[in-house]
């Protein structure tokens, strides 16, 4: 019996010792089985928490915890000095919902464990909780009846932190039904309200730029100017609906999808010059080089559809990274069309006035008003002209290639008469009404042409658009310029191109006339001024002439400097004069003075006398000029000399100059004439001996301007001097020779000179005949 019974106890010890070795092995296995579940909660946490809105998620991290860490979990995020519930999980959702709603807000000051927590930054565990502990935590009523329906057991409440700061809390309760809460538990929940804390900060700092985002996009989305962002590779990555709308886009998510190389897609983009744009120079692509301050790039862009021509002004800034290098580039495009269309019609109009300004030669002005509207209004013009018998005549043309044939032009020029073709420059010229053909056709162009072979020429131009204006000069009409644009360009002429067109074509009929005036000014005192002088000077036996004559001034006005050699009775006579003024008036003067001075010398044989008959016309005409005069006779003399005698009325006296370079004024003052009614006049006389020169100037000679000083009689005086034994021909180029290097800037003044040189032949009977015949005739 004891045998069995020690069998017995022996047996009861072994099965027990196999029991409570099954029961910790069980314990082993559920807490193996429980920190694999734990471990695979923090992983599925973590991939929850690792979305774009873990704010968002904060629901489905609640309900990680239930039921297997918690049979409630609530989670409050701090906003201010207030407590908010984010998220409620419960195995039972109605539970949830009510906790929801009855819980409300929390003070982060009262003695509520998640408050303290927050406070603290320390876990909240109570494994126990008493009806006290319910009582501290409600915050009403409702709240505190319903904690104890559901039977609270046991909380963990532990903060949820990140970078140093508390961001909420994380709450778990268990009921009457489970077992309460301990040490360990607190650890595992540490760890999950860490990885939730870091999350919900990153959220909410995400949630912040998205805002600061969305309000920057709102912002930018209703500027005026077009925006775009570039990333680093020159792509596009925003673009606002200013943008889409200049770069012809629908919307701005079809720009993005056009991207950068096609941004500009359906537009001829080129800079101010008209030159093509390399897309590396756009300010964009500099920014994204490194240019911290890129300039900002003028565009003309015409819109390959219609032709239509608009300015755009592109600006850009860099954003640079962390480590220097730009990341993005910001482009703002405005739209400066009306402004800049503004600008380049007063420059335009400014540089036409100047241009046409520039000369009074007719032909130089019609290429002027031709050039003045290519390339900057068009791309080729044509100025017509009617001929004497009113047909128009092409006069001047200008092209952007400058190899293109002028005929293959629409303008119809040529052969055509007023009112004869319905369209170009002969309706224009003879209605006076501009024409605009902003798309050119081929019924414009059968209605252009005058015959098939010019149709085919026109034809082959590819002209896009034309207008023709007239040229007008005051009320009249005199004359049409026709601008043309062609494929090659794009561009089409706009009523704004017709309103500058007519506004060239004003100012350029007033140039255009008053060139043709001018010429014929020019012609006119061209005219009048030879016949002042004398066509070619006179053959005198024994004596070599030469003479120079230089206009100053404008082509238009009649100089007063005059010369003149004539047969008198017994020998001849040599005149010299300046009257002042230009003109008219002194054109009047002058050849009073001539007629005068020739008339008086066939009777008068004393210089002085002829210069006191020349006072005494010039005071009875009654002119206000004034004017000097030098007065010579010459008379042969027996033994080959020539007998001068000279008389002057306040004119620089003449030089006498010998073969040997001796040089001396002669002796001729005198009264101004056209001053007094009473002057004194006298002759000198002296004999010209075969050799000598005698050189009659006017003061435009000694006062022709240098850089520092006027010519002076000393320095001519000189000059002669040493050209001394030269013919009459060569002395007097020497002087005009040296006059031309010396000059400095426009000559000022008219300049006459004549030399008289006597060779040694003027003697004897036969010469002295001569003389007398030639008197007579």
């Keep these: 019996m004891r045998a069995w019974t020690a069998d017995r106890r022996g047996g009861a010890a072994t099965a027990l010792a196999l029991a409570l070795a099954a029961a910790i092995s069980r314990r082993a296995r559920r807490r193996e089985v429980s920190a694999r579940r734990r471990t695979a909660l923090l992983a599925e946490a973590g991939e929850l928490l690792d979305r774009r809105d873990p704010v968002g998620e904060l629901d489905a991290l609640a309900r990680i915890a239930v039921p297997e860490l918690a049979d409630v979990c609530v989670i409050d995020l701090r906003e201010g000095d207030l407590l908010r519930v984010a998220a409620v999980a419960a195995g039972d959702p109605e539970l949830a919902r009510r906790l929801r709603e009855l819980r409300g807000e929390l003070s982060t000051q009262i003695d509520h464990p998640a408050a303290v927590a927050l406070r603290t930054g320390q876990p909240q565990l109570i494994p126990e909780l008493s009806a006290d502990d319910l009582a501290r935590w409600a915050p009403n009523d409702p709240y505190l009846r319903f904690m104890r329906e559901t039977g609270y057991r046991s909380a963990i409440v532990v903060p949820l932190t990140a970078r140093g700061e508390t961001v909420g809390s994380l709450g778990w309760v268990r009921l009457r039904s489970s077992a309460p809460y301990g040490e ?76 950068s190389a096609r941004a500009w897609e359906g537009f001829d983009v080129r800079d101010e010059r008209g030159e093509p744009v390399d897309p590396e120079r756009l300010p964009g692509r500099r920014a994204l080089a490194g240019e911290r301050a890129p300039e900002p790039l003028l565009l003309r862009v015409t819109e390959r559809a219609t032709g239509e021509v608009h300015w755009r002004l592109v600006k850009a800034s860099p954003v640079f990274g962390a480590d220097g290098r730009p990341r993005l580039a910001v482009n703002v495009i405005e739209d400066v069309t009306e402004p800049r269309r503004a600008e380049l019609k007063q420059r335009f109009l400014a540089q036409a006035t100047k241009l046409l300004a520039s000369s009074l030669d007719t032909q130089v002005t019609l290429e002027k008003v031709a050039w003045a509207a290519v390339p900057e209004l068009a791309d080729w013009c044509a100025v017509d002209l009617p001929d004497e018998r009113g047909r128009l005549q092409r006069v001047a043309t200008a092209d952007v290639e400058q190899g293109r044939r002028v005929r293959d032009r629409l303008v119809v020029g040529g052969h055509a008469r007023e009112g004869e073709l319905p369209v170009g420059p002969p309706h224009v010229m003879a209605t006076g009404r501009s024409e605009l053909h902003a798309r050119i056709d081929d019924a414009l162009l059968r209605a252009a042409a005058r015959d098939s072979a010019q149709l085919a020429a026109l034809r082959r131009v590819g002209a896009l658009s034309a207008l023709v204006v007239p040229l007008v000069a005051g009320e009249r009409i005199i004359g049409t310029i026709t601008l043309g644009t062609t494929r090659d360009s794009g561009r089409r002429l706009n009523e704004v191109d017709l309103e500058l067109a007519e506004e060239l074509g004003r100012r350029a009929g007033v140039a255009i006339e008053n060139a043709r005036v001018h010429g014929e000014r020019v012609l006119i005192a061209s005219t009048l001024q030879d016949a002042l002088l004398p066509p070619r000077l006179p053959e005198i036996p024994g004596v070599s002439i030469a003479a120079r004559f230089r206009a100053a001034g404008e082509a238009s006005r009649v100089g007063g400097d005059f010369y003149d050699v004539f047969a008198v009775p017994g020998g001849w006579m040599a005149i010299m004069g300046d009257v002042t003024g230009k003109g008219a008036a002194a054109a009047a003067v002058t050849a009073l003075a001539r007629h005068t001075m020739r008339t008086a010398g066939q009777y008068e044989p004393s210089p002085a006398r002829v210069l006191a008959r020349l006072n005494e016309a010039v005071l009875a005409a009654e002119r206000s000029q004034l004017l000097t005069a030098i007065c010579v006779r010459l008379t042969p003399v027996l033994g080959g000399r020539l007998q001068l005698m000279v008389a002057g009325a306040g004119h620089p006296p003449p030089l006498l100059v010998r073969p040997s370079g001796e040089v001396a004024p002669v002796d001729a003052t005198g009264t101004l004439l056209g001053a007094f009614a009473r002057g004194t006049w006298a002759d000198t006389t002296f004999p010209l001996e075969a050799g000598d020169s005698l050189v009659l100037y006017t003061d435009g000679v000694t006062d022709t301007g240098g850089e520092h000083e006027r010519f002076g009689s000393a320095r001519l005086e000189a000059l002669v001097a040493e050209a001394a034994g030269s013919d009459a021909d060569a002395l007097a180029a020497r002087i005009d020779g040296a006059l031309r290097d010396f000059q400095s800037g426009e000559q000022r003044d008219d300049m006459a000179l004549l030399v008289l040189q006597a060779s040694g032949g003027a003697a004897g009977a036969a010469s002295q005949a001569a003389v007398l015949g030639q008197a007579r005739g």
């Design 184 to 259: 360990g538990d607190v650890d595992f929940a540490r760890e999950l309200a860490r990885r939730a804390g870091v999350a919900v900060d990153h959220a909410r700092l995400f949630g912040a730029l998205r805002e600061t985002e969305a309000e920057l996009r709102a912002v930018v989305g209703v500027l005026a100017e077009a925006v775009t962002v570039q990333r680093a590779d020159g792509e596009i990555v925003y673009a606002n609906r200013a943008a889409a709308e200049l770069l012809g886009a629908p919307d701005e998510h079809t720009l993005l999808a056009r991207g």
